[in-house]
């Protein structure tokens, strides 16, 4: 059984930072694509980032360049987000999902199995 824990989020103040970890189990982890995607309230789902394991491509979604860092351990089965100088636009439910490929993206499509979410909280 595929399963993804997602955990990390919290409250943090502007300017802050919060490391979100996405724990994977039941499938190849390092033949597949892992990505991370936030949803506000009222706002539809986007991509943030992915990570190939297959050789530690990553993708970023352009609000979180320069900000936001992907990377993954493949010996412990566990992708992180690293979220620096978070602004109150990053407030949303965070989830990690794995690809149907060693491909991915930041768009959803294509994204077979979902973690529960974690929320982050950025207040001003």
């Known amino acids: 059984e595929v399963q993804l824990q997602a955990s990390g989020g919290g409250l943090v103040q502007a300017g802050g930072s919060l490391r979100l970890s996405c724990a994977a189990s039941?499938?190849?982890?390092?033949?597949?694509?892992i990505g991370w995607f936030r949803q506000a309230p009222g706002k539809e789902r986007e991509g943030v980032s992915c990570i190939k394991n297959t050789d530690d491509t990553t993708d970023y979604a352009d609000s979180v360049k320069g900000r936001f860092t992907i990377s993954s351990d493949n010996a412990k089965n566990t992708v992180y987000l690293q979220m620096n100088s978070l602004k109150p636009d990053d407030t949303a439910v965070y989830y990690c999902a794995v690809h149907r490929t060693s491909v991915g993206s930041t768009s959803p499509g294509g994204y077979v199995y979902w973690g529960q979410g974690t929320l982050v909280t950025v207040s001003s």
């Open positions: 039941g499938f190849i982890f390092d033949d597949y694509a």
